[in-house]
C-alpha cells in the first residue's frame, strides 16, 4: 500500500517558480513510476510528468516542456516537480499519483 503527501504549492506571480514535493510512504513506493497531473478549475485532470522508478527517464506534456522539471530522490521517498516560469495557464491542483493511489493535491496560484 502506498501514501502520497503532496506539499509546495501556494501563490506565486507569473514568470516565478514553485517547486511541489510528493513524499511516498511504503516499501513499493521507491520502485515504482510516478506521475504529476493537475486540475484547473472547470477542467479534467491532465497528465503533466512522469517519471521512471531509477529516474532516468521522464515524459512530460507538451505545455510544460522546458520550464517543468520532475526528479526524484528515493533516499528521500521524495518525487519533485520544479516549475519555473510559471504561467497563469498553469493555475491547478497538482497531484502526485503512483500505483493507482493519489496524493491529497496541492494548490498552485500563478497571477499574472
Known amino acids: 500500500q502506498v501514501h502520497l503527501v503532496e506539499s509546495g504549492g501556494g501563490l506565486v506571480q507569473a514568470g516565478g517558480s514553485l517547486r511541489l514535493s510528493c513524499v511516498g510512504s511504503?516499501?513499493?513506493?521507491?520502485?515504482?513510476?510516478v506521475s504529476w497531473y493537475r486540475q484547473a478549475p472547470g477542467k479534467q485532470r491532465e497528465l503533466v510528468a512522469q517519471i521512471n522508478s531509477g529516474g532516468g527517464t521522464t515524459n512530460y506534456v507538451d505545455s510544460v516542456k522546458g520550464r517543468f522539471t520532475i526528479s526524484r530522490d528515493n533516499d528521500k521517498n521524495t518525487v519533485y516537480l520544479q516549475m519555473t516560469n510559471l504561467k497563469s495557464e498553469d493555475t491547478a491542483v497538482y497531484f502526485c499519483?503512483?500505483?493507482?493511489?493519489w496524493g491529497q493535491g496541492t494548490r498552485v496560484t500563478v497571477s499574472s
Open positions: 499519483s503512483a500505483s493507482r493511489t
Open positions: 511504503g516499501s513499493m513506493f521507491n520502485f515504482l513510476p
